[in-house]
Every structure is written in structure tokens, then in C-alpha cells.
Nanobody, 123 residues
Framework: VQLQASGGGLIQAGGSLRLSCTASGRTSSTCALGWFRQAPGQEREFVAAIIWSVGMTYYADSVRGRFTVSTENAKNTMRLQMNSLAPEDTAVYYC?????????????????WGQGTQVTVSS
């Protein structure tokens, strides 16, 4: 499975961005997709996840209510709509895929990773 993330950029605080992650290859082997982010000097942290087939979503407390994860199954695409962005959201955002449906908040659960897209929020 190959994952391609896109949509990052430079945005002012309070603004919005939409990230996309397109999956190709043996996507039928995956059950869920997730977004993680990593700021300089920090560990990679969970942002959001979604289970393909039922659309069940999970969010980190820090983004709940501001970010929305969704899929376009026909296009094998996951999106992350990010609203009310703040400087602390600045990070490289990675999408990931897994054949599991549990422990989706843990990076170790995921088998496939995209290359990451930079999001920078200026104050």
C-alpha cells in the first residue's frame, strides 16, 4: 500500500487547511486510516483516525471540534479538514494505514506510512 499526503502549507492562526491522503496498491488489506503529526523535537502524536467501512472516527483531545476526518472511498482518499488552526498545530502531518481496527491512536498499529506534508501556522 502506498500513501500520498498533500495539502499542507503556511496559514495564519484561525485559518483552515484541508489535507488529503490518497491510497494505492492493496488497499483492500487495510481497515483504517489515521493522521499523525510530528513537531520539531517532539514525538509523533496521534491526530485522528477513521475506519473505512463504517466511517467511525477518533480524535485527539487537542483537535476534537476543530478537525474533521473523512473518506471518499471511491477515490481511496482520506481528508483532514482543519479549522481554527493555532501555532501549536504546526508540524509535519503523516497519513498511515492499518489492517487493524483497534488501538488506532498508537503509531505502532499502522503498517503503512505516507511521506508527510508540512503545516505551518503563523501567529
Amino acid at each position: 500500500v502506498q500513501l500520498q499526503a498533500s495539502g499542507g502549507g503556511l496559514i495564519q492562526a484561525g485559518g483552515s487547511l484541508r489535507l488529503s491522503c490518497t491510497a494505492s496498491g492493496r488497499t483492500s488489506s487495510t481497515c483504517a486510516l489515521g493522521w499523525f503529526r510530528q513537531a520539531p523535537g517532539q514525538e509523533r502524536e496521534f491526530v485522528a483516525a477513521i475506519i473505512w467501512s463504517v466511517g467511525m472516527t477518533y480524535y485527539a483531545d487537542s483537535v476534537r471540534g476543530r478537525f474533521t476526518v473523512s473518506t471518499e472511498n471511491a477515490k481511496n482518499t482520506m481528508r483532514l479538514q482543519m479549522n481554527s488552526l493555532a501555532p501549536e498545530d504546526t508540524a509535519v502531518y503523516y497519513c498511515a494505514a492499518t489492517g487493524k481496527r483497534t488501538r488506532l491512536v498508537a503509531a505502532a498499529t499502522y503498517d503503512y506510512w505516507g511521506q508527510g506534508t508540512q503545516v505551518t501556522v503563523s501567529s
